[in-house]
């Protein structure tokens, strides 16, 4: 299966599964332990990816929140989100899809300008988190902040939806003159 | 629901059987919805994957988002009552007028700071401006006034010692000149001096160098060059002194101290 599509599998006893989608593992890994400390009455699953198509033989659980993290500093991981992209199924992007740039700190660092990144979440309609993953700080904040998020994508919070959630976190940036 | 058991004893197994009832109940329930779910599911897996492209990904997700919402907004509105709904409107706007009038006022504030902000760097910049200048001033002005002043001071002073030289030798010349060569003891045995006598102004010059050159030890001896009552004048006028010990030395008085 080379495409992830969300619903293609019945979903494990409240389990709610994320899927990390970068080049940094380090970074990644100290994400994912963030999470797993945060408070949550569900059971968190969290995958790691370099990259996707994800290899099908091995049996994973329903996805439902694909976070794509990009690092500023680097091109390569922004080219390698964007042909990542290309594997997602469009069913997903209602809500289920999330962007993490990092590194946006260090201006003289960065050879990724943010408005790309902003661009990039804003032609794919999905929300765009900023975050210095090297802080444990900001790590632990951006953590909670994906908790909640994938506990509502999930369906585990009665009453909100994903797509529900999506139109929240959009309404409050106004589209850029550009794409109108 | 209809209740599939027997009962044994009605009286005292009624809340036990409530209990049970309701469990069933429930399970009964979570099967049928899980077997809604499978029949979705099944469904769902026969509808085609769509990957998407930077230049169609924002139409198409939009008239999907757009689609989805409107399907979700009416299964809401079959499913809960509109009180729940406005009750959530009321409170929500509610939470939007407070964040947005917070929001007006901090920027208002942020407004006042910058204007006060931008008004205090004027200022300090204009302060450091007038700093510089009377630095510059200050620093020129001085070094050239004092150097200036020095400068006129030092001329000053040796005019005016040339002058004084000048006078004192003339002085000199015209009140205490060389005696001539034929005032003659008449006393054989006093031994006339052959040196070559100087005059009371180079006297007086040997004197003041030897007081400024060696000031410990301003005496000079008395040269046979030295004419006596030369001596004599300086010595009863209080000009030169003689050496406490040893009576063939003189210095000059030092009337600068």
């Given amino acids: 299966m080379s495409v992830l599509r969300p619903l293609d599998k019945q979903p494990g006893l409240n389990t709610a599964t994320i899927l990390l989608v970068g080049t940094e593992d380090a970074l990644l890994q100290q994400l994912a332990d963030a999470m797993l400390k945060e408070d949550c009455a569900s059971e968190l699953k969290i995958h790691l990816a370099r990259s996707l198509p994800l290899p099908s033989d091995v049996n994973r659980p329903r996805i439902d929140l694909i976070m794509f993290v990009v690092n500023l ?97 959009r309404s409050s940036e106004n589209p850029a003159p550009e794409d109108l | 629901m209809s209740v599939n058991q027997q009962d044994l004893d009605p009286d005292s197994t009624t809340d036990m059987e409530d209990i049970t009832d309701a469990e069933e109940k429930l399970i009964k329930e979570c099967e049928e919805l899980w077997k809604d779910m499978e029949g979705c599911q099944k469904k769902l897996s026969l509808v085609g994957t769509e990957t998407l492209t930077d230049s169609n990904a924002q139409l198409s997700l939009l008239i999907m988002q757009a689609k989805c919402l409107t399907a979700e907004l009416s299964q809401w509105q079959k499913e809960s009552p509109e009180s ?79 002058k004084l030289l ?59 060059s030295f004419w006596p009552p030369y001596i004599e004048l300086l010595l009863r006028n209080g000009i030169a002194l003689r050496h406490p010990e040893d009576p063939t030395q003189i210095r000059l008085e030092a009337f600068h101290q």
């Fill in chain 1, 73 to 169: 500093h680097s091109k390569y991981s922004l080219q390698n989100v964007e042909e990542s992209l290309r594997h997602v199924d469009a069913t997903f992007f209602l809500g289920k899809v999330g962007f993490l740039a990092m590194g946006a700190g260090q201006e003289s660092h960065c050879s990724i300008h943010r408005n790309t990144v902003t661009k990039l979440a804003n032609t794919y309609r999905s929300p765009l988190f900023f975050c210095d993953l090297e802080r444990e700080g900001f790590r632990a904040t951006v953590a909670q902040r994906l908790v909640r998020m994938l506990q509502i994508c999930a369906g585990h919070v009665p009453g909100v939806s994903a797509l529900n959630l999506l139109s929240l976190l």
């Fill in chain 2, 84 to 162: 729940k709904f406005q009750k959530l409107r009321v409170d929500l706007e509610l939470v939007l007028s407070t964040v947005q009038s917070k929001n007006e006022k901090l920027k208002e504030d942020l407004e006042r700071e910058q204007q006060w902000l931008d008004e205090q760097q004027q200022i300090l910049e204009s302060l450091n401006v007038l700093h510089n200048k009377l630095k510059q001033q200050v620093v020129t002005f001085s070094e050239s006034r004092v150097f200036d002043e020095l400068n006129t001071k030092m001329h000053d002073i040796k005019e005016y010692k040339e």
């Fill in chain 2, 166 to 224: 000048i006078t004192l030798g003339e002085f000199l010349e015209d009140h205490f000149p060389l005696p001539d060569g034929n005032v003659k003891k008449k006393k054989k045995n006093v031994k006339e001096s052959t040196a070559q006598l100087i005059t009371l102004h180079e006297i007086l010059e040997i004197l003041i160098n030897r007081l400024f050159d060696v000031p410990h030890d301003p005496y000079i001896k008395i040269r046979d």
